[in-house]
RNA sequence: GAGAGCGUAGCUCAGUCGGUAGAGCAAAGGACUUUUAAUCCUUGGGUCGAGGGUUCAAGUCCCUCCGCUCUCACCA
């Protein structure tokens, strides 16, 4: 994925870590003891209060803080500019000379050699550099003192700049509030945006306000948080300090955004269904259960948003969907979180063809506005997103990876017993679509849109026209994950009904999708246009499109245990 | 659910054959007016995930448990 260049400080890392040799002490309480009655950690020593030293150092602080009349946590701060336009007035800092013509100042970013802007000014006689006076506020990233210059990293959400505090520059006031600083703080800045000697754009500081004081230390300032467990339980540190963490959910929120731009195109409009659900229709999936005290009535949290959009279809939503939460009761894997988030829409009088289309417009879409190409990294793995998608046939597939007809039943049902599967008493069209999972979903690299399944295994779909046994449906593809999940819709309620009580031998209640909701059916027979319909897992897509291999990494807060 | 790996300072990580627990960052005190992973001097930080066992001696070997990661299985 593409990361933007204002993030200098993550271009940093992957260098040597200097080592130093220190000399054990033994006598070090003696001298310890022997210093000023300011020593911080004397005080906190005897403290007793059980925070951490960095805790308690930090409270300390913020003591300091208040007794100088300011208010630890701050407060609004208007007109301040982001980070990211205040790097783009760069070209706004220049040279004035002693007979006031302003000229522009080296080009310190696009230099091969470092420039020695010490030298450069001498070099322009008499005058000074000018630029514009800036407000911006952020986090403190990295601290460091030189004398009685304070040089700060700070970070807002679009990016890191530098601020120099320097005494004299701001009042004495400011500077003593600046020996306070934490890593980790918020503050705001008043100043004027230059170079320093070495090029670097820097806010000169001409005022400090005090935003926020952190009591928690930082993870360690190059690494960033490692532990994966950590990163997932304190997401807010994880977005603080590792760049691509809070890079992914903005790009997450981009794509939705996508999203939700294209289907408006098309005159889609977007509702909310029920979440809580008395029959968990719509999917093959357990649900997770729960009771409606008032009604003494059992619940189930959604598994998909399918049959009441459908309903809305009826009621003359013509072109409808919903994005939002589904839950499902079952395994966590880096491709499974119990919630998850889900598109499903409709669209009258068309079909899954319409669907083929409009999922290609909505991933292309989604990609153009990451800002990346279409030939995607993912891991190891190397994704072509160049239109148009590949599309090919469930049975020309099966023929190609299993050299069998889809219609040979008997021979299947031997290669699926070869394949160490269990064939007894299931129908023909399990067992195939078990093979089929076998032997040819994980090689499809894609994206590549499967077409024409089975009809038995699709108790919601319409059949094709003349050929009753294959059912108008693609799944999409990409290495092996299926992406989306479509259907031109069958709307024909008594074959709906039938659809519903016919349970196929083999496959466990839960893992059906003939689950039989009579208010459904009773809606189809009010009438529901032919139309397509297409179902996306919105957290697989925003994993290929950022490059991320885990679930977890793309939703904020997955599902953890308890602290212990 | 099965298998493998991991768990050491606030964070990131070393720890050899079982023999006194290590580093960097962070923290505390100090120096430095253009640094930038600043640098330099000084200092304090550990129930080695928990419990048990073997041993003169366990971070290290064995057992049980807890947690995390990965792979596989179910699932989208």
Redesign the pocket.
């Given at each position: 994925m593409v990361f933007h260049h204002f993030f200098?400080?993550s271009a940093?890392?992957?260098?040597?870590?200097?080592?130093?040799?220190?000399?054990?002490?033994?006598?070090?309480?003696e001298?310890?003891q022997l210093?000023?009655s300011?020593?911080?950690?004397?005080s906190?020593?005897q403290d007793n209060t059980g925070l951490?030293?960095?805790q308690?150092?930090?409270l300390?602080?913020l003591k300091k803080i208040e007794a100088l009349g300011l208010d630890p946590w701050g407060a609004r701060f208007d007109d301040r500019t982001f980070v990211k336009p205040v790097r783009e007035m760069a070209a706004q800092v220049k040279f004035r000379k002693e007979d006031g013509s302003e000229i522009e100042l080296p080009d310190f970013d696009g230099a091969a050699e470092p420039i020695d802007?010490?030298a450069w000014k001498a070099s322009q006689g008499a005058g000074e550099e000018i630029g514009p006076v800036v407000r911006v506020a952020g986090r403190i990233m990295?601290?460091?003192?030189?004398?009685?210059?304070y040089?700060l990293?700070i970070r807002d959400w679009t990016g890191d700049i530098?601020i120099?505090l320097?005494?004299?520059?701001v009042s004495d006031a400011d500077f003593d509030l600046a020996k306070l600083l934490?890593?980790g703080d918020l503050v705001g800045i008043d100043g004027r945006l230059?170079?320093?000697?070495?090029?670097?754009l820097?806010v000169?500081a001409t005022k400090l306000h005090f935003m926020t004081k952190t009591l928690?230390?930082?993870?360690?300032?190059?690494?960033?948080?490692?532990?994966?467990?950590?990163?997932?339980r304190m997401r807010y540190v994880d977005l603080t300090y590792n760049v691509s963490s809070l890079q992914t959910f903005l790009n997450r929120t981009k794509i939705i955004h996508s999203i939700r731009a294209t289907l408006a195109k098309h005159q889609f409009v977007e509702v909310e269904g029920p979440t809580l659900h008395t029959i968990a229709g719509g999917?093959?999936?357990?649900p997770f259960t729960t009771h409606h005290n008032a009604l003494d009535m059992k619940l189930f949290l959604r598994i998909a948003l399918e049959l009441h959009l459908k309903r809305l279809l009826v009621g003359g939503i013509e072109r409808v969907y919903e994005m939002g939460r589904?839950?499902?009761n079952?395994?966590?894997?880096?491709?499974?979180?119990?919630?998850?988030t889900?598109i499903e829409l409709y669209w009258a009088y068309a079909n899954y063809e319409t669907m083929m289309d409009l999922t290609q417009q909505i991933i292309v879409e989604a990609i153009e506005a990451t800002g990346q190409g279409y030939q995607l990294k993912w891991g190891d793995l190397d994704i072509d997103f160049t239109p148009p998608f590949q599309r090919r046939t469930y049975s020309d597939l099966f023929e190609e990876h299993t050299g069998l007809k889809v219609t040979d039943a008997e021979g299947i049902a031997q290669l699926a017993r070869k394949l160490g599967l269990d064939t007894n008493g299931k129908h023909p069209d399990v067992i195939k679509s078990?093979v089929f999972?076998?032997k040819v979903e994980?090689s499809l690299i894609g994206p590549i849109f499967v077409t024409d399944y089975p009809a038995s295994i699709c108790p919601l779909t319409k059949r094709k026209a003349g050929n009753p046994d294959i059912a108008e449906r693609f799944?999409l593809f990409i290495h092996g994950?299926?992406?989306a999940?479509s259907y031109t819709e069958l709307n024909d309620p008594i074959l709906q009904e039938e659809l519903f009580k016919t349970q196929l031998d083999g496959m466990a209640e839960e893992?059906s999708?003939a689950k039989m909701d009579t208010d459904f059916v009773r809606a189809l027979r009010y009438g529901m246009p032919p139309a397509g319909g297409l179902?996306i897992?919105i957290?697989?897509l925003i994993m290929l499109l950022t490059n991320s291999?885990?679930?977890?990494d793309v939703v904020l807060f997955?599902l953890?245990?308890?602290e212990?």
């Open positions: 200098l400080q940093l890392d992957g260098g040597q870590r200097p080592v130093k040799f220190k000399p054990a002490s033994f006598c070090s309480l001298k310890h210093n000023n300011s020593n911080m950690a004397d906190l020593d951490g030293v960095h308690a150092a930090r300390e602080k802007y010490k990295l601290l460091r003192t030189a004398g009685k210059l040089f990293n530098q120099l320097a005494k004299g520059q934490d890593f230059g170079r320093t000697n070495t090029g670097e820097t000169f928690e230390p930082p993870p360690e300032k190059h690494a960033g948080l490692q532990d994966a467990e950590l990163r997932q999917a093959a999936a357990r589904v839950y499902r079952e395994g966590i894997s880096p491709k499974h979180n119990p919630e998850f889900m078990e999972e076998e994980d799944e994950m299926e992406l999940n893992d999708m179902g897992g957290d697989r291999r885990s679930i977890r997955p953890m245990r308890h212990s």
